[in-house]
C-alpha cells in the first residue's frame, strides 16, 4: 500500500468518526414546568422520560408527552411497559402517533430487539435502553435503533467504570460506516461524567435538570464576578 492510500484512509477514517458538530443535551425528567423553563436556555435539544419519571410527576402519560411535545422541538424518548415483542410493537406505534418527534424507548432485551428492528422498518425512531455492555451495544446498533443508552451510574455503583463502556461503545461503532446509532449517555451522576463523555466523543448526554443546572457553577466564576462589580461600583459609572 503506498503513502497516498495511506493518507486516503487515514481522511477517511476521519470522516467517518465525525458524526455530528457538538454534544446534545438532553434532560432526564417528565416535569413539564422544570422542561418549560430550562427550554428557555436555548441548549435543550431533547428529553429523555421513563415510567418512572412519569410516576414521580403524578401526570397522565399521554399528556404529559403530548405537552412535552409542544415545548420540545428535538426527540422525545417514551418508554414502553410491554415485556414482550408484540406488547412492545404495539405499544411503540401507539407512542409514535403522540408527536413526530418521539422517539420510542425500548429495552435491551432479545424481545426489545426483536421490536426495534419492526418499528425501524416502519421508519420509527428507537431508543434502546438499559445497556450495561459493549457486546449489547453492538446488538441495539445492528438492529437498527437510533439511540443507544448506556447506564453509566450504575456501572459505577457496582464497582465498574461506566466510561469505560462509553469509550469501548464509541471504538467499535467508529469501526463500522453501517453502524449509525448515536450514543446516549444515561445515569449520568456527575459533571466529570459530562466532560469525560464529551472527551470520548459521545453523541448526546441525558442529564437530570439539577445536573444541567450544576454545569453552570464554578465558585471562581462567582469570585471573579463579585470582584469586577466591585471594582466597577467604585467608578459610579453606568453603561446604560
Not at 468518526?17 to 416535569?31: G, K, V
Not at 405499544?91 to 426483536?114: C, D, F, M, Q
Not at 446509532?181 to 435538570?209: C, N, Q
Request: charged share 20%; net charge negative.
Amino acid at each position: 500500500m503506498n503513502s497516498y492510500v495511506i493518507f486516503l484512509f487515514h481522511v477517511i477514517s476521519i470522516a467517518v468518526n465525525i458524526n455530528q458538530n457538538s454534544m446534545d443535551f438532553f434532560l432526564d425528567t417528565a416535569e413539564v414546568d422544570v422542561i418549560k423553563d430550562l427550554s428557555e436556555t436555548g441548549l435543550v435539544d431533547g428529553i429523555t422520560t421513563n415510567p418512572s419519571l412519569v410516576a414521580k410527576s403524578g401526570q397522565d402519560f399521554f399528556s404529559v408527552l403530548e405537552k412535552i411535545s409542544r415545548i420540545i422541538d428535538g426527540p422525545i424518548s417514551a418508554e414502553v411497559t410491554a415485556i414482550d415483542t408484540e406488547g412492545m410493537i404495539n405499544e411503540g406505534l401507539k407512542l409514535s402517533k403522540i408527536a413526530k418527534n418521539i422517539v420510542v424507548k425500548l429495552p435491551l432485551t432479545l424481545e426489545g430487539l426483536k421490536a426495534c428492528v419492526f418499528l425501524v422498518n416502519k421508519k420509527i425512531r428507537t431508543n434502546v435502553t438499559l445497556c450495561f455492555s459493549a457486546n449489547q451495544a453492538l446488538l441495539a446498533a445492528k438492529s437498527g435503533a437510533t439511540y443507544v443508552s448506556p447506564f453509566i451510574g450504575r456501572l459505577d455503583d457496582i464497582g465498574e467504570n461506566g466510561l469505560d463502556l462509553i469509550s469501548n461503545i464509541k471504538s467499535i461503532y467508529s469501526n463500522y460506516i453501517a453502524l449509525n446509532t448515536k450514543i446516549l449517555v444515561a445515569s449520568v451522576r456527575s459533571l466529570d461524567h459530562i466532560a469525560k463523555s464529551a472527551i470520548i466523543g459521545a453523541d448526546t448526554v441525558t442529564l437530570p435538570p439539577k445536573v444541567f443546572l450544576e454545569m453552570y457553577d464554578h465558585e471562581l466564576t462567582k469570585k471573579g464576578l463579585d470582584a469586577f462589580l466591585k471594582d466597577w461600583a467604585e467608578t459610579k459609572q453606568s453603561i446604560l
